[in-house]
Antibody, heavy 119, light 106 residues
Framework: EVQVVQSGAEVKKPGESLRISCQGS????????ISWVRQMPGKGLEWMGR????????NYSPSFQGHVSISIDTSISTAYLQWSSLRASDTAVYYC????????????WGQGTTVTVSS | SYVLTQPPSVSVAPGKTARITCGGD??????VHWYQRKPGQAPLLVMS???HRPSGIPERFSGSNSGNAATLTISRVEAGDEADYYC?????????FGGGTKLTVL
């Protein structure tokens, strides 16, 4: 079965760092980009950025550039989304999703990781 | 940056046809994808490249894209279609989502 499975929910304090993960299985991991998408409470979907596993090329939405980083470990078919200093406004559900090529749809989504940032 | 505009809500009676629009400047020249998100679930791709249904999506779902609007059409609407629907495209390397439309089945 083709799937992407995300790490579990996190509760953090403002200023703390965090890395969440997204592991692909059932397909050739390096053949598909991985995007990250945010959904804040009661709001819509926002695309954050993506990574190409073949060469680790990344591009970020201007709204998220500099605040998050996306990385990948192809040896374990896992992509990561990382913050060095969380803010309360980072409280959201974060989804990863794969896409075959640059203009393709996000065809398989992870189950989402809930991140709560509160003092 | 490119903006996609969706109506916040659409209501339809069971068995009728729902049309969800996604407006954007010359959107007809771009490839639009559609996602369904039900509460507590991850988004699900229901239409790619304007009018291609992924495997497992009912034939009741169809799509079109022309001029300044793309449309997701759901025929013979069922209670299980109640969800938020999002359009999305690439501009060109940045992903852009519409604000989402809540489909209510009356």
């Amino acid at each position: 079965e083709v799937q992407v499975v995300q790490s579990g929910a996190e509760v953090k304090k403002p200023g703390e760092s965090l890395r969440i993960s997204c592991q692909g299985s059932g397909y050739s991991f390096t053949d598909y980009w991985i995007s990250w998408v945010r959904q804040m409470p009661g709001k819509g979907l926002e695309w954050m950025g993506r990574i190409d596993p073949r060469d680790t090329y990344t591009n970020y939405s201007p709204s998220f550039q500099g605040h998050v980083s996306i990385s990948i470990d192809t040896s374990i078919s896992t992509a990561y989304l990382q913050w060095s200093s969380l803010r309360a406004s980072d409280t959201a559900v974060y989804y990863c999703a794969r896409q075959r090529g640059g203009l393709d749809a996000l065809d398989i989504w992870g189950q989402g990781t809930t991140v709560t940032v509160s003092s | 940056s490119y903006v996609l505009t969706q109506p916040p809500s659409v209501s339809v009676a069971p068995g009728k046809t729902a049309r969800i629009t996604c407006g954007g400047d010359k959107i007809g020249s771009r490839n639009v994808h559609w996602y369904q998100r039900k509460p507590g679930q991850a988004p699900l791709l229901v239409m790619s490249y304007d009018n291609h249904r992924p495997s497992g999506i009912p034939e009741r779902f169809s799509g079109s894209n022309s001029g300044n609007a793309a449309t997701l059409t759901i025929s013979r609407v069922e209670a299980g279609d109640e969800a938020d629907y999002y359009c999305q495209l690439w501009d060109p390397a940045n992903g852009v989502f519409g604000g989402g439309t809540k489909l209510t089945v009356l």
